[in-house]
């Protein structure tokens, strides 16, 4: 079955967003705009807009989709810049929303958009298999920030520090990996609680084993998790089977108490290097 194309969003205010559409070159259009834009389409099928808006406020551009897109359940992936107060160059995957009652940087309180488990797992591998020429590490970071959709979308950014601008190295990493994201058959999908903001333990699994994760709730977003938004990260989280913990004691909270089945690392069968996505949907 052919699965829907995604939606590349690039914000032209965002230094690698403007940079990675720049090695896409001009696309030809599909007939579909949005606030006069057309979408264009890549070789690999993906699809592509510009905004003039910042991304993390760019808040319910899917309702300005075509239908066809949204009735699709057309997944939103948004090349960026990632900022940090340490400056820590990097190349990082994560969800949106904000688990708790502040949205500072974008979205609504307490408010978590839709995932999409596989493709960010297959980002976050893609762009591992690269970091020898890149020289950046890549990981997920923890749920956080804006925009608020009803679309199921993540972010795929470039933190290159104190340098002027990002490296070109990265930027032909995320040019060359984010047209030909791929869903695996073979993946596990689960919640992922607890760690830090950078999800190491989380970041790991995904390397060397078959899960895939939605949500990604870090230690400091569980102290200000109530129940329902415990639900909704879950629910958000399409596919999943349970809640995977970075350590037992991140499962103890009243607020996961019954949400979903507690799973274990290990049951996850360990990667085979040489399986493709496609591959493995396919079961050769």
Not at 10 to 16: E, G, I, K, L, N
Not at 41 to 48: C, D, Y
Not at 157 to 177: F, M
Not at 240 to 251: K, P
Request: charged share 25%; hydrophobic share 40%.
């Amino acid at each position: 079955m052919e699965r829907p194309p995604y939606l590349l969003v690039v914000s032209d205010p965002d230094p690698v967003a403007q940079r990675v559409a720049e090695l896409w070159g001009t696309l030809p259009a599909t007939g579909g705009h949005v606030d006069g834009a057309p979408i264009r389409t890549l070789p690999s099928g993906a699809l592509l807009l510009r905004r003039a808006a910042h991304h993390i406020h760019d808040e319910q551009l899917d309702r300005l989709l075509p239908e066809e897109l949204r009735r699709q359940g057309t997944t939103l992936v948004f090349p960026s810049i990632h900022r940090s107060e340490r400056n820590v160059p990097c190349l990082t995957v994560h969800p949106l929303g904000n688990p708790g009652p502040n949205a500072d940087v974008g979205g609504r309180p307490r408010a978590l958009v839709p995932t999409d488990p596989h493709r960010m797992a297959d980002a976050l591998r893609r762009l591992d298999e690269r970091e020898g020429e890149v020289g950046l590490k890549v990981t997920f970071e923890a749920t956080h920030h804006g925009p608020y959709l009803e679309l199921p979308a993540f972010f795929v950014e470039i933190g290159y520090g104190t340098l002027a601008a990002p490296p070109v190295e990265a930027v032909r990493a995320l040019a060359a990996v984010l047209p030909d994201l791929e869903i695996s058959g073979r993946d596990r999908v689960a919640l992922a609680v607890g760690g830090g903001h950078y999800a190491p333990h989380f970041t790991e699994l995904v390397k060397e084993r078959d899960w895939a994760f939605g949500h990604i709730l870090s230690r400091h977003a569980l102290l200000e998790l109530d129940r329902e938004t415990a639900r909704r990260a879950y629910e958000a989280t399409p596919g999943a089977e349970g809640i995977v913990a970075a350590r037992v004691e991140d499962l103890n909270l009243p607020a996961l108490a019954g949400v979903a089945p507690r799973m274990r690392d290990a049951e996850a069968p360990r990667r085979s290097r040489d399986a493709s996505p496609t591959a493995a949907a396919s079961g050769t």
